[in-house]
């Protein structure tokens, strides 16, 4: 029998969606308001262990029973052994209705047959006699209660200190709007390049953050994870103006985990994905947040500590394009310019090329400090002429003085710039693209991580140079 063929409502399945292992689940009526996806023709499924729900292809789906031996015996894994008791557990508690339906099945002795009344019993007993069962009504609950720290905007305000990925920075926008709401203004500079067919216009949008004109969406705003960045992104969102909620990320509660974001997606609720990950992964997320009506808008962000708390980063997005502009007014409170890029995926591939640039500048700029050291010149006077010709930045200023005080503070935490040269590196891989200078870079970042230096700024990879 080809795979999800004769499938309906009630049964138990493995399914699975892009790259993740085929999961257990039951196939359940989808919420009234929840469309179809267009296509090809799929089911809406209940994942055991995770309580995550998504639409998935027919050709995606496989008769939980038929196929349980192969699918135990080819993934493993904590969580995935938790769905698989679930489901056995379920299984067990419907055999044992069963069973009591047989045993309360009797004659009384007044000569009349009992009978249970359990639901279950029922749908047993309609699929016996060939009639299709009662739809099943499975409750979609919103997530998990969440420690809320930040509603509104208020003069002064304190922040908990979490310690989190400054890369995993996500917004939800709600389309219900607060009371007393004043429609968002917005002036975009277009810039458009040459165009081929069927090839998305780049717009790019200039911040008005600093001079304190932004007006704020009329949209709630949810913000999870704060951490190096989060903590000024949040912050200047609430000075200009924006309601926002502030979640506590924890690494049991992300995206698709048990009680995720994916839980509390709906139709017209909206994510704003600001983390730089690979734009498999970036694909993959829209896919599941979309798949539950939702929109999705892909939004990472160019910067350090230092720019987000000072409004000035850049902000790369790709995606829902209504979506880019609702999120006009969060993206000039954050950054000094944002850029739609078009497809999902796109930003998420922009944002590593840059950060694969960064990181083996960085490397340079510590070898170069290294063999001033070595050949006895002064490591001050090379940075006072870089501060004088083409290379002179602010980072460059930063970087170089972390390395001559001996003091590596993270601003960019090293871990994630390693991060991003190896997925850099793996794209390029993906397009048979060779990244020497990326290579070499990624090998000294790593050789810095086994020094312990993870935890600190990325110019302490000065300190693998020097060995």
């Given at each position: ?379 001050e006077v090379l940075l006072y002429i870089l501060s004088q010709g083409p290379l002179a930045s602010a980072f460059l200023d930063q970087k170089c003085q972390n390395i001559l005080q001996g003091s590596f503070k993270p ?57």
């Open positions: 029998m080809a795979a999800g063929a004769g499938l309906r409502v009630g049964d138990l399945v493995w399914g699975k969606l892009g790259r993740y292992p085929p999961w257990p689940g039951k196939i359940v009526n989808p919420p009234k308001d929840l469309k179809k996806p267009r296509g090809k023709k799929c089911f809406f499924v209940k994942f055991f262990g995770t309580e995550d729900h998504a639409w998935i292809k027919v050709d995606q789906l496989k008769s939980y029973h038929v196929h349980k031996e192969e699918m135990i015996k080819s993934t493993k894994g904590k969580r995935f052994q938790q769905a698989v008791d679930a489901v056995e557990e379920f299984i067990k508690s419907k055999v044992s209705a069963f069973t009591s339906e047989d045993k309360s099945r009797h004659i009384s002795s007044d000569g009349k047959r009992q009978h249970s009344s359990t639901a279950e019993i029922s749908e047993h007993s309609a699929r016996k006699r060939g009639r299709p069962p009662k739809e099943e009504k499975d409750s979609f609950p919103e997530p998990s209660t969440v420690k809320r720290l930040v509603t509104g905007p208020v003069v002064g305000y304190k922040w908990k200190q979490v310690k989190d990925d400054p890369h995993f920075h996500h917004f939800l926008l709600s389309q219900s709007e607060k009371s007393e709401s004043c429609s968002a203004i917005i002036h975009q500079l277009k810039t458009t390049a040459e165009e081929e067919a069927e090839s998305t216009s780049i717009q790019a949008a200039d911040s008005t953050a600093t001079n304190g004109s932004v007006t704020p969406t009329d949209k709630r705003i949810g913000f999870l994870g704060l951490g190096l960045m989060g903590t000024g992104i949040v912050a200047n969102l609430l000075k200009m103006g924006h309601t926002v909620t502030v979640w506590n990320r924890t690494g049991e509660k992300l995206v698709l985990g048990p009680s995720g974001v994916l839980q509390g997606i709906r139709p017209g609720k909206c994510y704003v994905d600001m983390s730089t990950v690979d734009p498999e992964t970036s694909t993959e997320i829209s896919q599941v947040i979309t798949s539950r009506g939702g929109r999705f808008l892909e939004a990472p962000v160019s910067g350090n500590r230092q720019l987000s708390e000072n409004g000035m980063l850049v902000i790369l997005a790709a995606g829902d394009k209504a979506l880019f502009d609702d999120c006009s007014s969060c993206f000039q409170a954050m950054g000094k310019k944002s850029f739609y890029l078009g497809e999902v995926g796109n930003a998420s591939k922009m944002m590593l090329i840059a950060n694969m640039i960064l990181g083996s500048f960085m490397a340079s700029v510590a070898e170069g400090f290294t063999l001033a050291k070595r050949a006895s010149q002064s490591q601003d960019f935490l090293l871990k994630h710039i390693q991060k991003d040269l190896r997925l850099a590196i793996a794209m390029g891989d993906s397009v048979n693209h060779s990244t020497p200078m990326a290579a070499a870079a990624n090998e000294v970042f790593k050789k810095a991580k086994a020094l312990d230096q993870s935890e600190n700024d990325m110019s302490a990879v000065y300190l693998a140079c020097n060995q």
